[in-house]
């Protein structure tokens, strides 16, 4: 009996390494099969990002950030983050800044008063309205950059789309921002803007989110 114990222990030693070898393969398995099936990007709420965040992170990679003037899709004399110099600024104004430039302090300035002048326009105009009031940040932020890009006056031409958000139908409403003018003119700018009304995810570069 003495002279089997050798063997035996060399037999529980190998079935003891063979389970610990099958429970690995199957433990790499289960972690290969769960790696697949995890979203690509982390979520607007994982990641922290705020409503006022994603307004700036989409109107800045619209825009741009320009301290010299340069003319917009249709034209315009503009600076800093699609400032519309035409808008509020006078002729002499627009040389200096064509000569000068602008400061990044002036562009932040400009883009604040901007941004806020935008969000009071669309406020004034759909405030006390029900769709408006229960619109996701998602899609508050679509409105909020096509009034930025826009303006208010050349936005309520959106007629169908704005009925389409009454009812409900994002999918219709994405529809008529592309079939338009301006889409034409924006190109990745109204496809990324239609995908986030229609799906109701943030759709950014570093951000792709549900």
Not at 9 to 20: D, E, K, P, Q, R
Not at 175 to 197: F, I
Request: glycine letters at 6%; one cysteine or more; charged letters at 25%.
């Amino acid at each position: 009996m003495a002279k089997e114990r050798p063997h035996r222990n060399v037999v529980s030693v190998w079935l003891t390494g063979f389970l610990f070898g099958v429970l690995a393969t199957v433990l790499c398995q289960v972690l290969i099969i769960n790696s697949q099936h995890k979203p690509q990007n982390a979520s607007t709420e994982q990641s922290g990002l705020t409503y006022h965040q994603k307004v700036r992170m989409l109107l800045e990679l619209h825009e741009g950030w320009r301290n010299e003037v340069y003319a917009d899709t249709v034209g315009v004399a503009t600076i800093g983050i699609g400032h519309n110099l035409a808008q509020c600024a006078t002729a002499n104004e627009i040389a200096r800044l064509r000569r000068e430039g602008a400061t990044d302090e002036q562009i932040e300035n400009w883009f604040i008063e901007d941004l806020a002048r935008t969000e009071q326009e669309l406020d004034r105009c759909f405030g006390d309205e029900d769709w408006y009031q229960s619109l996701s940040d998602n899609r508050r932020v679509v409105l909020v950059d096509m009034c930025f890009n826009l303006g208010l006056t050349r936005l309520l031409e959106f007629r169908r789309m704005f009925g389409a958000l009454r009812s409900g139908d994002f999918e219709h409403a994405a529809h008529e921002m592309l079939d338009s003018r301006w889409a034409n003119q924006v190109g990745q700018r109204a496809l990324r803007l239609s995908e986030m009304m229609r799906s109701d995810r943030f759709l950014h570069p570093d951000f792709i989110v549900g």
